[in-house]
């Protein structure tokens, strides 16, 4: 059976902080531009945009735009340290070996949509995240004099909670609790009344790993009513399943990033380039045959 990989995908808007808690929307169109027409220059590798963030260099690796205006923009982390090896089945493992200038690079990628001011961030935790992105396009701002500065700010699942009162199988539960809810839990957990000292309380529920295994659905679903209400309630959060045969999806009630998913298979390498990753993004992005669009789940928030 062939291995695949599950690939997370968040969605930001972009804007400007122009006074203290008053945001607007920023056009990167200008700024792009610029440095996507410097980049098909074909300019030497050392002229390109590097930053160091969090003691390691990185890169604006490429810029591209297609004919609806929406632009790919990928970036690497630069790494020289912890080298993978090269090795076969039954051989000796060969270590790779690189000059002192070289790099591993670890590529992500991101789609920026200018009509809607949105920005779709690919998820990978060996490579940048959204903050070192959100650094480096203030520095391609600051270079240019679009802004004073540029904001990357996290889009909310706004029907998260809905869906997790939806979900046909349940496998994990993860409930924290803070002040009175959390005393008053502990001594109904340990029979102790003097619960002073306690400020929080955590605590998770789960099945076991066969397919098949669930949280009964209905103490399920009480269980998050009783939370969710509740204004101590500062984490509740579920790993379900709404349809039966559909993957194990993590679920924040209270504070979800809007996310969307596409699965890779590991035996066709092909799949993790930028250019694979990327029209898998616009599939995701635009909508593609009876699958919706993120774009228009996310307009119709507005």
Known sequence: MAKKKKVGFNF??????VEAGTYRRLDLRGVLEHYRQEYARDIPERQKIVYEYNGEQARLTGITVDMNGLYHIWFERLVNYQLPVITTLHGESEFIEIEESEFIGREVSALYDP??????????????GPSAIDQVLNTLVNNTEAASNCSLIAIEDQEASRRGFTQSKYRKISIKVKGRSARDLWTRIT???????????EFTVGTDRRRDSEIEEDVSRRILQQYVENEDTSKLRI??????????EPIDLLNQRLEVFTTLNY?????????????????????????TGAVHQIQRMR
């Open 115 to 128: 009509d809607q001011s949105i920005m779709m961030i690919q998820r990978n935790r060996d490579s940048l």
């Open 12 to 17: 930001f808007r972009v804007m400007t902080q």
């Open 239 to 248: 790993h379900g399943r709404d349809e039966e045969q559909s993957p194990v």
């Open 267 to 291: 035996n066709d390498q092909q799949n993790f380039n930028p250019i694979t990753i990327y029209q898998r993004m616009l599939d995701l992005y635009r909508g593609t045959g009876t699958i």
């Open 191 to 201: 029979g102790d009344p003097n619960s002073d000292g306690v400020d929080n309380l």
